[in-house]
């Protein structure tokens, strides 16, 4: 009877004793468990404060139009967060629009500034600033184009003025023949504005039949196509085309 109660004894001891070794055990993995998202948090907070440190100070660089050293601050991080990563190819695409504007390839430049994927004020700036001078710059071109080709004619001008032909001298006759109000009557019928580029060339006069070469000027100026050669009537409004 004795021995019994003993066993019983020791059997509840025994229980007891697992049970504190089995509290102890999850008291450690909970421990554990709490220390690694701890870690993970904290882990990720550092990557957070990287990264909004580097998007500041590349903004700063940007405002002092470092543009370099503000992309290289974004490309040396290890984390990037959507803010930064939008601002570094914003970077890339401005630095090279500034390239191609630099050697004078507008539409390359003008290509590159289409549209702005961070947030950025100092960005948007910098964008802003940038598709001013190529619009200027792409401006002056035309102007410079047009100039060049009016100097350009007026050397051939003056080149066939000094070689002109027997035809070229009939065709000066006829235009100074021609009054500027039948020009404009043969324009108002064909529909030949102006303001559209076309340039009526009279070439030859027969009585009231006026001979006119009709050309239409490109968007930039610099080339006048031929529309095609008319004979107009001013005295019944026919009009035939010949070439």
Same mark, same amino acid.
């Given at each position: 009877m004795t021995t019994i109660k003993f066993f019983?004894?020791?059997?509840?001891?025994t229980a007891a004793l697992a049970t504190v070794f089995a509290l102890a055990g999850c008291g450690k993995q909970s421990a554990s468990s709490s220390d690694s998202s701890s870690s993970s948090s904290s882990s990720v907070r550092s990557s957070?404060?990287?990264?909004?440190?580097?998007?500041?100070?590349?903004?700063k660089l940007i405002q002092n139009h470092d543009y370099e050293g503000a992309y290289e601050q974004l490309n040396n991080?290890?984390?990037?967060?959507?803010?930064?990563?939008?601002?570094?190819d914003d970077l890339q695409s401005y630095m090279d629009a500034e390239k191609a504007y630099k050697n004078g390839d507008y539409d390359s430049a003008k290509n590159n500034l289409k549209s702005q994927k961070s947030t950025s004020t100092a960005m948007?700036?910098?964008?802003?600033?940038?598709? &001013? /001078?190529? $619009?200027? @710059?792409?401006? %002056? &071109? /035309?102007? $410079?184009? @047009?100039?060049? %080709?009016?100097?350009?004619?007026?050397n051939a001008t003056a080149t066939t003025t000094k070689n002109s032909s027997q035809q070229e001298v009939a065709n000066q006759a006829a235009s100074d023949a021609t009054s500027d109000n039948v020009v404009q009557q043969f324009a108002n019928k064909m529909g030949f504005s102006g303001s559209q580029g076309y340039q009526i060339i009279p070439t030859g006069k027969t009585?009231?039949?006026?001979?006119f070469e009709v050309r239409?000027?490109?968007?930039?100026?610099?080339?006048?196509?031929?529309?095609?050669?008319?004979?107009y009537n001013s005295q019944t409004g026919a009009v035939t085309k010949i070439a």
């Open positions: 019983k004894k020791a059997m509840v001891g957070e404060s990287k990264a909004s440190k580097a998007y500041r100070t590349a903004n991080l290890n984390d990037h967060t959507a803010q930064t990563e939008a601002l570094a948007r700036n910098a964008y802003a600033d940038l598709q &001013d /001078k190529v $619009s200027s @710059a792409k401006g %002056s &071109d /035309k102007t $410079s184009a @047009a100039s060049s %080709s009016v100097q350009t004619n007026n009585g009231n039949v006026y001979k239409q000027n490109n968007s930039d100026n610099t080339v006048a196509n031929l529309i095609g050669i008319y004979q």
